[in-house]
């Protein structure tokens, strides 16, 4: 069986390399990862608190868009309980927030901010014998930053038409994600899949150039993803490990995107691979990546891009 599932998820790589991702893509969160704060059925409040962090250097995505991004992303576990005796599960309340800025390379220090998102949820975590799974709310937004000013700092402002892109996404969301799966003595697997429906989305672009592929008519997101860990180092402390982290997703459109010339299903993908060390209480990776978005959200006209991305994040125990 173990080998099946190893089998299974490098199949699975090509697929990645057609797909999409909600804005905590490179951060995987479960609370239940760390259960030691779950010992009763009497409620647990503020039992768990976990925070991870990114920076990346991108290159060769169009017109240099993509030339940073940084992330800090936070999880604040309210309340956890166990269930009833002769009962499996424990449960959870929990808040995430994320803020990832992005920039391009056009200015005198070659980090120039163009973008902000933003994202926050709320959801109910239930944890069972080899998986957890959870539902809740989420806001996305992704605003502009500086957009008074050219993209290009080597631009003359004179003449220059200010522009602007602002996504939002709100809807509910239900995800599962497995317990660690171990394929042998030296390398395990965590798998997760989750599915987004959006009540509200909208897409305000000026100038308006196009509706082409309008987030308005965005009706939800699917997403599967999956990380395989191998140790490399002897021992239970300060490991050290070759690590694949891959997702991918689809973008969900209404038939009212055809009017407008745009189609009902747009794929992204990031397929991660680097080394990971664990500390008593933390992780540190170093990675390089490759990202593709259907449309980086850089322009008011929709920009596909693809990304080569090298960079360093340190994250908890509570984030995949």
């Known amino acids: 069986m173990k080998k099946q599932l190893l089998l299974l998820y490098f199949l699975a790589l090509p697929f990645l390399a057609f797909s999409q991702a909600h804005v905590m893509r490179n951060f995987q969160a479960s609370p239940f990862l760390d259960t030691t704060g779950t010992s009763s059925t009497e409620r647990t409040y503020f039992a768990a608190t976990n925070f991870a962090a990114h920076n990346s250097r991108g290159f060769q995505s169009t017109e240099n868009s993509q030339g940073w991004n940084a992330q800090v992303c936070g999880m604040f576990d309210i309340v956890r309980w166990k269930s009833k005796k002769n009962e499996i599960g424990l449960h959870s309340f929990v808040l995430f927030s994320s803020i990832e800025v992005s920039a391009n390379i056009y200015n005198n220090i070659a980090f120039n901010p163009r973008g902000i998102i933003l994202q926050e949820s709320f959801a109910y975590f239930n944890k069972k014998k080899n998986f957890t799974w959870n539902v809740g709310f989420t806001h996305k937004s992704r605003h502009e930053i500086d957009s008074d000013s050219p993209p290009n700092d080597t631009t003359s402002r004179?003449?220059?038409?200010?522009?602007?892109?602002?996504?939002?996404?709100?809807?509910?969301?239900?995800?599962?994600?497995?317990?660690?799966i171990n394929l042998s003595p030296s390398v395990t697997t965590n798998l997760w899949g989750r599915a987004e429906y959006y009540t509200i989305s909208d897409d305000s672009r000026f100038p308006r150039f196009t509706e082409e592929q309008s987030w308005d008519f965005m009706s939800g997101m699917i997403l599967l993803g999956g990380r395989i860990d191998i140790k490399l180092s002897k021992g239970n402390k300060n490991i050290w490990g070759f690590y694949n982290r891959s997702w991918a997703n689809t973008a969900i459109f209404s038939n009212k995107v055809k009017e407008a010339?745009?189609?009902?299903?747009?794929?992204?993908?990031?397929?991660?691979?680097?080394?990971?060390?664990?500390?008593?209480?933390a992780?540190?990776?170093?990675?390089?990546?490759?990202?593709?978005?259907?449309?980086?959200?850089?322009?008011?006209?929709?920009?596909?891009?693809?990304?080569?991305?090298?960079?360093?994040?340190?994250?908890?125990?509570?984030?995949?």
Do not use: C, M
């Open 283 to 320: 992780s540190a990776e170093a990675f390089i990546a490759r990202e593709h978005f259907f449309d980086d959200l850089s322009s008011p006209r929709p920009v596909a891009s693809t990304v080569w991305l090298v960079g360093a994040r340190v994250r908890g125990f509570l984030f995949l």
């Open 261 to 281: 010339g745009g189609k009902n299903f747009k794929f992204n993908y990031r397929t991660e691979t680097g080394f990971d060390f664990k500390g008593a209480k």
């Open 158 to 180: 004179i003449g220059y038409q200010p522009t602007s892109r602002v996504a939002i996404l709100n809807g509910p969301h239900i995800e599962i994600t497995t317990d660690k």
